[in-house]
């Protein structure tokens, strides 16, 4: 499945520039988006929730940036030892540059690479502990847009923490609006 993703994620990005030149409208009408909507984080230490905000500015049909932010709101609860304990998700933040590959008026497909710093903590029997995590990020996700200017976005982004850190997928779902 990873590799799928990942072939998928290549493809968007190599084709991307092919398909800019045949596409009218470029550039768009309107060329900055922002979204907000709900993150879940899988890891291996817990399963998390945030609610992410994201600002983007397209360059063209197919290129443009995007910076995101999220603020835990869902937290998990853990076993280290047989002690019962709990992680969070305190906030994240990250910057992307993305390549879009236009369906149709209303339907965009995506593929983003980035790098991001992400903030947990852990409290497990009275002792607390956070940490920092820097990582690469890349994913994949579409965008469909109802009447032009709004619409809903779902998303998979992979992140790679750097110095074996580990990894985290997150599954975003959010409203987005063309601005």
Do not use: C
């Not at 993150?39 to 992410?52: H, K, V």
């Not at 847009?145 to 790679?160: K, Q």
């Amino acid at each position: 499945m990873r590799n799928i993703l990942l072939a998928t994620a290549a493809v968007t990005l190599i084709a991307a520039p092919a398909i800019a030149q045949s596409i009218p409208g470029n550039p768009p009408a309107n060329p900055v988006t922002g979204s907000i909507g709900y993150t879940q984080l899988d890891t291996d230490n817990g399963n998390l929730g945030a609610i992410t905000g994201r600002v983007g500015y397209d360059f063209n049909r197919n290129f443009g940036i995007e910076g995101e932010a999220s603020i835990g709101v869902k937290d998990d609860d853990i076993t280290v030892a047989g002690v019962n304990g709990k992680v969070e998700h305190d906030w994240d933040a990250a910057a992307y540059g993305v390549a879009k590959l236009p369906v149709n008026e209303n339907l965009e497909l995506f593929g983003r690479l980035g790098y991001g710093t992400t903030r947990v903590s852990a409290d497990v029997a009275g002792v607390s502990a956070s940490a920092d995590g820097e990582s690469v990020n890349y994913g994949v996700g579409a965008n469909y847009f109802i009447d032009g200017r709004n619409g809903v976005r779902a998303d998979w982004t992979r992140r790679d923490f750097r110095g074996d850190g580990g990894e985290a997928d997150t599954y975003g779902l959010s409203f987005v609006r063309r601005f």
